[in-house]
């Protein structure tokens, strides 16, 4: 069954991916969204329009006497989290829709809870009594197992491994490939490097790399 039109912001290689999955649900996508004046639509039969105004202005041409509902997703990946979070929060004031998009090839345990705007990509797996946030991404592959905790806008790398029971802060970033060990704690607004192994917690506002992975740099939160 159709989920209806959608509008993605962001026109990079991330649209590409999210236009694939729509497809398979049924869905369309009605326009791209993206602050670079510079940027060409990734799509030969998808206009392309500019930040808040170029949006504003496609909602008014296209749906201003109609009543079809009109949902956004953001196609803005990796430590980026904050930054997608905005653009979701941005094209909700304006009324678009934040619905859940998830692969038909994922798997997600009955007892998972999945926040507004959450992106589910083939191959992932979400255990049982897990909780994700608002606007996390959740890549091809990845695996949030049993009992973990996600906070908003956290992403999840391709092939990335959650092995349950973890909690992980608002817009962090977890590369691909990496593992986290059971029961560990990750702060806000961290980069794990992608084929890192996290043993212990890791304190917010941090990149780690390595196994067992350490900190090379603070971020600012």
Same mark, same amino acid.
């Given at each position: ?16 991916? #999210?236009?694939?999955? #729509? &497809? ?11 602050? &670079? ?11 392309? +329009? +500019? /930040?808040?105004?170029?949006?504003? %202005?496609?909602?008014?041409?296209? +749906?201003? !006497? ?13 430590? *980026?989290?904050? &930054?997608?979070?905005?653009? +979701? %929060? ?12 998830? !692969? @038909?090839?994922?798997?997600?345990? *009955?007892?998972?809870? #999945? ?16 909780? #994700? ?5 959740? *890549? ?6 049993? &009992? ?6 956290? !992403? ?7 092995? /349950? ?16 060990? @059971? /029961? ?8 794990? /490097? ?23 740099? %603070?971020?600012?939160?």
């Amino acid at each position: 069954m159709s989920m209806g039109d959608f509008v993605i912001w962001g026109g990079r290689g991330h649209a590409k991916v #999210l236009r694939d999955l #729509l &497809d398979l649900l049924g869905s369309r996508v009605a326009a791209v969204i993206d602050n &670079d004046l510079s940027l060409q639509s990734p799509f030969s039969d998808v206009n392309i +329009y +500019y /930040g808040k105004v170029g949006l504003r %202005e496609f909602l008014r041409s296209a +749906y201003q !006497h109609k009543e079809q509902e009109v949902s956004a997703v953001v196609a803005i990946g990796g430590s *980026n989290g904050r &930054d997608r979070t905005s653009c +979701y %929060e941005l094209m909700m004031e304006m009324g678009l829709q934040s619905k859940i998009l998830v !692969h @038909p090839s994922a798997v997600i345990a *009955n007892s998972a809870v #999945l926040g507004s705007g959450t992106q589910i990509l083939g191959g992932a797996f979400v255990g049982s009594a897990s909780n #994700l946030g608002d606007f996390c991404i959740l *890549n091809s592959g990845s695996i949030v197992d049993h &009992d973990c905790v996600l906070g908003r806008g956290v !992403h999840i790398a391709r092939g990335a491994v959650l092995t /349950g029971e973890i909690e992980v802060g608002d817009f962090s970033f977890i590369g691909a490939n990496a593992t986290i060990l @059971p /029961g560990r704690k990750i702060g806000a607004n961290v980069i794990v /490097g992608a084929g890192s192994v996290v043993t212990r917690d890791i304190p917010s506002g941090v990149t780690i790399v390595g196994s067992p992975a350490t900190r090379i740099l %603070e971020r600012n939160v």
